[in-house]
């Protein structure tokens, strides 16, 4: 017997696990009921013209509460997801104070309910106080898993010394995600650092500290007989090298990494581009072009970290490193898809299918039956320009403002309620936490 769906999307291009086919999304009580024709409906979206997508996850973001609200907090960094499209976030760690244990765990999730306006999940920074607790923690209902900063950090976040990772390695079970730069090699080369000169970051943060330290966490992964995953990856030899174990490693790039490139970058945008790891060379940005469409990178992350104006503006090298992203990630994307960079199919499988395959998220990232009713509506054909009035991230700037685009987000559903439909959010914040199998 037929259960006959509370809302219907019609008319539009869906983007399924079979293919894409014109055909009506049926969905009852937040969930995907069936792909097909649904004439009758308590409520109809018309998607004529428009491609319907698996809701778009961005599996690193910075949304700087506790502590750091002057920046960002869960409500306005939720906010600016939703309008780019974004249905569920991965949040960070590096907070004031850290998420490094159960209490802070708990703080965030409370803190994120019926605020965040997206679905949610929370990392649980490693430390070498914790290493043995987080067999524990990584099974919180709500968090994201492990997050180890073997460089740019600072305090007890910051995990560089290999019996320290190798502790942290063999306590738990889930995919740990890695920031991959090698600390002492950069504290050596802080010499290479020209005040003024942001151009000089990429300079000192130099490929083989992302090279080094990547060999490293790969081989102390091996060892320890556990997944881990490499976020924001700048250059091509890590691709390669990660091509070689995808056993024991998955890996991100962002949408900045693939669409600055240092020698326009720095001169334009000067401590705006500054960001860990940096922007580096148009050479570096083409090559992670080629190994992504040989489909190496598994997803994409915005790695969104805003900073206010105010410090941005510091003289280099005092000013912090980070910029937004998280509601720019899809716009930038759609316009690489449409200028032949790469595919939808290829889009969906790294905003997405890919997320949940790698991070064994539950009942998301696919249009399926059973599946959460969580759509990314875009318009593929229509353009728009990144202007600041459109930016809701409480830092108020973006290093792609004034940039023309062609694809435009129209509408974010997240379990069958629209956060936002062409620019305006919903009335109420109903994100709820995420669900993965490692934390059941």
């Known amino acids: 017997m037929s259960i006959a769906p509370e809302l219907v999307l019609t008319g539009g291009l869906v983007h399924t696990p079979s293919g894409s086919i014109h055909a009506d999304v049926a969905v009852r009580e937040g969930k995907i ?18 491609d319907v997508l698996p809701g778009v996850i961005d599996s690193q973001v910075h949304f700087r509460e506790p502590g750091l609200e002057h920046k960002e907090d869960l409500e306005s960094g939720s906010r600016a997801a ?3 499209g974004i249905t569920a976030v991965f949040e960070m760690p590096n907070t004031n104070p850290n ?6 765990v708990l703080d965030k999730l409370s803190r994120a309910h019926h605020r965040m306006f997206c679905d949610h999940a929370f990392y649980v920074g490693a430390t070498a106080d914790n290493a043995e607790n987080l067999a524990e923690l990584e099974r919180i209902p709500g968090t994201a898993g492990v997050k180890i900063f073997m460089g740019a950090s600072t305090g007890s976040l ?5 019996d320290a990772l190798a502790r942290v390695l063999a306590s738990g079970r889930r995919r740990v995600a890695i920031h991959a730069e090698d600390e002492a090699r950069m504290n050596d080369r802080k010499s290479e650092r020209v005040e003024g000169d942001p151009s000089s970051h ?11 330290a990547t060999r490293r966490i790969v081989r102390l992964a091996r060892e320890a007989r556990r997944p881990i ?4 990856i700048t250059t091509p030899a890590e691709l390669e090298f990660l091509s070689q174990h995808r056993d024991v490693a998955t890996c991100e790039v962002t949408p900045q990494h693939l669409t600055l490139a240092a020698e ?6 000067g401590t705006y581009a500054q960001m860990n790891p940096p922007i580096r060379s148009g050479a570096h940005r083409d090559g992670l072009w080629h190994w992504l469409n040989q489909g190496v990178p598994d997803v994409l992350g915005s790695d969104h970290a805003p900073h206010t104006i105010e410090e941005k503006n510091k003289i280099y090298p005092n000013s912090p490193s ?14 690489h898809v449409a200028h032949g960079r790469m595919t939808l199919e290829r889009l969906i499988d790294m905003t997405s299918v890919g997320v949940q395959r790698v991070f064994g998220l539950v009942g998301k990232g696919r249009i399926a039956a059973g599946y959460d009713a969580d759509f990314t509506v875009v318009d593929r054909k229509g353009t728009f320009t990144v202007a600041e009035d459109w930016l809701e991230s409480r830092c108020g700037w973006s290093p792609f403002t004034g940039m023309e685009l062609k694809g435009r987000v129209v509408g974010t559903i997240i379990r069958g309620e629209s956060a936002m439909w062409e620019g305006q959010l919903a009335n109420q914040a109903q994100g709820e936490p995420l669900r993965f199998a490692g934390a059941l």
């Open 229 to 232: 995953h490499v976020l924001h």
């Open 264 to 269: 326009e970058a720095y001169p334009r945008l």
């Open 202 to 212: 990429p300079v000192w943060r130099d490929d083989e500290s992302a090279m080094l």
């Open 158 to 162: 910051l995990v560089a010394e290999d």
């Open 322 to 335: 980070g910029m937004p992203g998280v509601q720019t990630l899809l716009p930038l994307m759609l316009d």
């Open 99 to 104: 998420t490094d244990t159960a209490d802070r």
């Open 82 to 84: 939703v309008l780019g």
């Open 33 to 50: 009921i069936g792909i097909g024709s649904y004439p009758d409906a308590a409520r109809r979206i018309d998607c004529t013209g428009l």
